[in-house]
Each structure stands twice: as C-alpha cells, then as structure tokens.
C-alpha cells in the first residue's frame, strides 16, 4: 500500500488559455467526491432498491495569503471571475501518485489574519463537468 505525505502535496490552477501555475503557499487541501442515488423501487417490491445517479465534487483549501502571487493564480481564486479554472490536485508531487483534474467555479474565499498567525485565505469550489483521476 502506498502512502504519502501530505506536506509535499501540490495545486495547480490555469485560467482559460494560460499555462499551469502551481499555487506556492497551499497550506492544505480537500476534495469531496460524491454520488447520487436514483430510487427504482416499484410495487411489489420487498425492499428498495437503487442505481447510482449523477457525479458531483467540490473541495476547499487554504492557502497563505500573497500579494505577489502570479497574477493568473489570483484571478483564478476570486469569486467574481466569470470563467471556471481549471485544477489540479496532487497528494504528493514528488513521487509517482496520483492527480486528480477537472474544472470548478470558485464560490467563496475568505482572508483571516490573526495576532500571533499568519494571514491566510480560504477558498471553497465546486466542480463542473467530469473530475478525472490518473496516476503520475
């Protein structure tokens, strides 16, 4: 069984023909992959029964804030920006592991600062479309 440690992760974002940028000051990430269910139970039936429905995923992380970070990276992480980005998610980007793609629409970011912290931001998503899943 592989493992991996969480501290070499790595996000990638790109903004509609721009390159992909790694974002440099992730502090943590999360993905929640889901799927529905659609009931198919009909009368005379003892017990319900079920198939599975639509895919859906969306995630949050945090980052530490920078006013210097590539322009691309802090477009794509505002939510006023019309255009969904695309992002890619990797456990650990130093070893052979897996990445994780598809495109969200960012829904919130949120800047903390606190006195004895750093500033960071929070960032939730949601996908659109497929999220693909491919071994590195």
Known sequence: ???????????????????????????????????ET???????DGNRTYKKGLQDYSGSMDIVFDSSEDAVVSTALTP?????????????????????EGTVIVTSYSITATYDGLTEASVAFQGTGALTTNSI
């Open 80 to 100: 006023d920006t019309d255009d969904a980005v695309t992002v890619e998610f990797y456990s650990d980007a130093n070893d052979n592991t897996t990445k994780f």
């Open 38 to 44: 659609v009931e198919d139970t009909v009368m005379g």
């Open 1 to 35: 069984m592989a493992t991996y440690e969480g501290s070499a992760g790595q996000v990638k974002i790109k903004s509609g023909a721009d390159t992909l940028t790694a974002v440099a000051s992730v502090r943590s990430w999360n993905l929640d992959i889901t799927r």
